[in-house]
C-alpha cells in the first residue's frame, strides 16, 4: 500500500519531497503521508477532489486484500 500511495502522490506532485509512513492495526492500514505546505496543497486538490480520489484508488486495493486504509496528510 504504501509503494502505491508513494507512486500516485509522485506523479501527481512530481517531486519526491515527501514520505509516507505506514502503521498495520488488525485490518486496517494507516498511511501518513508528510509533506511540505507546497505540495500539501497539490495532494488535497481544489475542495478535497485529489485526496478523495487518491482515498477511492487505495480503498480499492485494500477492498481486494480484504482489509481498510485511512491516510492522513500532514506538513513537514
Known sequence: M?????FIIESITGS?????EEKKEERNINLEVKASPEIT??????QGKTIK???KILSIKAARENSGVNISISEK
Not at 2 to 6: E, F, N, P, S
Not at 16 to 20: A, E, H, I, S
Not at 41 to 46: D, P, Q, S
Request: charged share 30%; aromatic share 6%.
Open 53 to 55: 480520489n487518491i482515498r
Open 2 to 6: 504504501k509503494k502505491l500511495t508513494t
Open 16 to 20: 519526491k519531497d515527501f514520505t509516507v
Open 41 to 46: 496543497g497539490l495532494i488535497i486538490g481544489k
